[in-house]
């Protein structure tokens, strides 16, 4: 998360770092008595359900056959019967039948699983409900759990050989970012406390392990903290008013509408606006950061600037990096939605009933929403980092606050000036053979 400069800021004046100290301290100590206070001491347990045995096995063969006709549905009419029909030998790697070769169905329907010769798959234990005796086995799904190892492993190796220490850094911020999700956040939530607040106070604990952890202990890092809980706390509040000012119950989509089903206590409004808040948290700190370096790095390029040149060179910078964000932040929803636009675009009613449903609606809240703390965050994080840097040394960069000497030009003498210009420059011709052609036999190597 955020981006990667290597650069070391110039030192900062002991009384700047004081006053960073004395800010971003007691913010850290606040959002953990806030965690302490939201952390969720009785979080319901996952209920204890009937499923069936799951087992681990590997297709050995698939034999398809043409379906039997299903005379209870009219012909021409699609139907599960329509296949694929067949059956699949499966040998058993766990369970009580590990080793022996079990047949089963072809898996059909919506969803449903196409295997192949060497396939790994999960099998389910079904147990005919007359006679516990007799069960059966059917596929479930694929195994997963190989492909998904070798992934992380490519994935932390990418990150390690191009990053180095910083990218141990960043695999240890995100795993530190998933363990507070798994074990604060969710659980919060879960347990009925305030979806916004531990939304709020969650993403505030991950910027600070993040950032500190990945990009050091310093001024410029501590900058990109402060830029990133204002714009967090703000981008909350628009998504507040956003939200109510559209009448956003929650029930956008069919999780949500299942949770409630479980969960009828879980604050399903307040979950949404948590949703908003997790899912700027990863782009805000990206913008930070870099807002935070750029001026980091134009106060290398040129200690002369004014803290006002500063700002406005910064932020140039920001509005083209604000460009592109926007445009992803508007694909990532869209593509995190897909199938329900792709619904929607065969949705007969008027495009205005379409646009102001309560499923597109939550769609354009959330983009909109976290555009607007992203836009916010620039200028916060550029004028916060100018002020940091110039601090201690006046707005025009020097340590007094004066102006920079001038260092005058070198007089030169007009009449040596013109004598320069007006004579003819001389060059050193090779002797000539009676042709006017240089002697073809003399190299011209040392010339070149």
């Known amino acids: 998360m955020g981006a990667d400069h290597t650069r070391s800021a110039p030192p900062t004046p002991p009384g700047v770092r004081r006053i960073l100290v004395v ?24 209920e204890a359900t009937d499923d069936a045995p799951r087992y681990h096995g590997t297709v050995t063969r698939v034999v398809s056959e043409p379906c039997p006709p299903n005379p209870v549905v009219p012909e021409g009419t699609p139907s599960a019967a329509d296949g694929p029909c067949g059956t699949v030998t499966v040998r058993v790697q766990t369970g009580p039948d590990a080793g022996q070769e079990v047949q089963t169905p072809v898996p059909a329907g919506p969803g449903a699983p196409r295997v192949e010769v060497d396939d790994d798959v999960i099998l389910v234990s079904l147990i005919d409900p007359e006679d516990p005796s007799i069960s059966s086995y059917n596929i479930a799904e694929h195994q997963r759990g190989k492909p998904l190892i070798w992934l992380a492993v490519l994935f932390a ?13 960043a695999l240890g911020g995100l795993t530190a970012s998933f363990a507070i999700l798994l074990t604060f956040v969710l659980p919060g939530i879960s347990a009925g406390q305030p979806p916004l607040a531990v939304a709020i106070v969650g993403a505030s604990l991950i910027m600070f392990v993040v950032l500190y952890l990945t990009h050091g202990i310093s001024a410029q890092t501590s900058v990109a903290v402060l830029g990133t809980l204002a714009s967090l706390v703000l981008t909350g509040l628009l998504g ?12 956008g989509s ?18 949404l606006l948590a949703g908003i808040i997790i899912g700027s948290l990863g782009v805000l700190d990206d913008v930070t950061v870099t807002q935070a370096a750029a001026v980091n790095e134009l106060r290398h390029a040129n200690p002369n600037f004014s803290r006002r040149e500063l700002y406005r060179s910064a932020t140039r910078v920001g509005r083209a990096h604000i460009a592109s964000v926007v445009n992803t932040i508007v694909l990532a929803y869209a593509g995190a939605s897909l199938p329900l636009l792709l619904l929607l675009t065969a949705d007969s009613r008027a495009l205005g009933q379409i646009l102001t449903s309560e499923f597109l609606t939550t769609e354009i809240v959330r983009s909109v929403v976290a555009t607007l703390g992203l836009i916010a965050a620039v200028p916060l994080t550029t004028a916060l980092a100018a002020l940091v840097s110039t601090a201690g040394r006046g707005d025009t960069g020097t340590p007094t606050g004066e102006p920079a000497p001038v260092v005058p030009r070198p007089a030169t003498d007009r009449a040596e000036a013109l004598r320069a210009l007006s ?5 050193t011709t090779s002797p000539a053979t ?7 036999d003399r190299s011209t190597d040392p010339t070149w």
């Open 23 to 46: 800010t971003v301290v007691p913010l850290f100590l606040a959002t953990l008595v806030a965690a302490i206070v939201l952390w969720p001491r009785d979080a319901p347990r996952p």
């Open 157 to 169: 190796a990418a990150i390690v050989a191009f990053g180095r220490l910083r990218g141990l850094a």
């Open 240 to 251: 507040l008013a956003a939200t109510g000012a559209t009448h956003l119950t929650g029930f």
């Open 254 to 271: 069919e999780d949500a509408t299942t949770l409630s089903m479980f969960r009828a206590d879980v604050d399903l409004h307040g979950l």
């Open 423 to 427: 004579t003819p420059p001389t060059r």
């Open 434 to 440: 009676h042709s006017g052609w240089p002697d073809p």
